[in-house]
């Protein structure tokens, strides 16, 4: 009897952002199928298999990239402070364009496929929910930074997949999102002001990250829209947060957008639509009840 073993190597994936929330998620799900390493650039991932690079240093991010000749990066690494880039145009065209830009030009040099993590930003909100095919229109400096991004990748002539989503939360050890920026001020009895006339689609990072290797395990290129299943607006969004954590409503405040005072426009109707993603992968995100009970049972399981 004759016995052949095929050896078929495992495909390398290397995820830019590797300490933020998506990032974080993306690296954990990551070893089932792929090897992976996790890039950072100021705080250091509970990782073992991690590099330190800075997308703005050209050299590193070419020296880090053509060492480790991934077949596949997901490029999460960006900055996302809406309000921060508005007054910082410069510093966030720098990391969020030229960045990629520098992520795009390893890329080619190794043929890695390319995943870009993109946002609902990149439309006007003015006829929300969007599919892939809608027209953009992003109206702040961030969107515009990423729809830039979008760009750099779309015409790289790489195989690559641009992935949009939105208003992630989850567990996050080094930065908060809205979730966790609710539960906190409720927890200690602080109002806090959330939108009315801003509506998207909340989204449990934990299952985009799981939905993203799901679409590359597919070998899917193009772009996807991965989401919640829910369209909300902010506020309503706090009140289920509070229901599920069990936090007194009353310090939640409703104010709209120009009340708000927000330094960058929002895209006021938004939300993205994910038939596309449903359909081809047969897999349906979760809604906000859903991702709010898998959080709070990670948190008690800290």
């Given at each position: 009897m004759v016995i052949i073993l095929l050896v078929v190597d495992m495909e390398k994936i290397l995820v830019t952002g590797g300490a933020g929330l998506l990032g974080s998620k993306l690296i954990n799900l990551g070893p089932k199928d792929f090897e992976t390493v996790a890039c950072y650039n100021r705080n250091k991932p509970d990782f073992d298999n991690i590099r330190e690079m800075d997308l703005t240093d050209r050299g590193r991010v070419f020296k880090v990239i053509e060492k480790e000749k991934p077949d596949i990066i997901i490029h999460t690494a960006a900055l996302t402070n809406v309000d921060y880039c508005e007054e910082h145009e410069k510093e966030a065209w720098k990391i969020n364009v030229e960045g990629t830009k520098n992520v795009v030009e390893a890329a080619k040099r190794v043929n890695a496929k390319m995943v870009y993590i993109s946002t609902e930003y990149v439309f006007d909100g003015e006829h929300g929910p969007y599919s892939e095919d809608d027209e953009t229109n992003p109206l702040g400096v961030y969107a515009k930074t990423k729809l830039k991004g979008e760009g750099e990748v779309k015409n790289s002539g790489l195989d690559y997949m641009i992935i949009?989503?939105?208003?992630?939360?989850?567990?996050?050890?080094?930065?908060?999102?809205?979730?966790?920026?609710?539960?906190?001020?409720?927890?200690?009895?602080?109002?806090?002001?959330?939108?009315?006339?801003?509506?998207?689609?909340?989204?449990?990072?934990?299952?985009?990250?799981?939905?993203?290797?799901?679409?590359?395990?597919?070998?899917?290129?193009?772009?996807?829209?991965?989401?919640?299943?829910?369209?909300?607006?902010?506020?309503?969004?706090?009140?289920?947060?509070?229901?599920?954590?069990?936090?007194?409503?009353?310090?939640?405040?409703?104010?709209?957008?120009?009340?708000?005072?927000?330094?960058?426009?929002?895209?006021?109707?938004?939300?993205?639509?994910?038939?596309?993603?449903?359909?081809?992968?047969?897999?349906?995100?979760?809604?906000?009840?859903?991702?709010?009970l898998k959080m709070k049972e990670q948190m008690e399981n800290e």
């Open positions: 949009r989503t939105t208003v992630l939360y989850g567990m996050d050890r080094y930065k908060q999102n809205f979730v966790t920026w609710v539960i906190e001020n409720l927890k200690n009895d602080k109002d806090i002001k959330a939108v009315t006339d801003q509506y998207g689609s909340p989204s449990f990072a934990d299952d985009v990250a799981r939905i993203i290797i799901e679409l590359i395990k597919n070998r899917k290129t193009g772009i996807y829209n991965v989401v919640g299943s829910d369209i909300v607006n902010r506020y309503e969004f706090a009140l289920r947060i509070a229901k599920v954590f069990n936090l007194n409503t009353k310090f939640i405040k409703p104010v709209t957008t120009e009340e708000s005072k927000q330094k960058s426009p929002r895209p006021k109707k938004a939300g993205l639509r994910t038939d596309k993603t449903q359909n081809e992968l047969k897999i349906k995100p979760m809604g906000i009840e859903d991702g709010l």
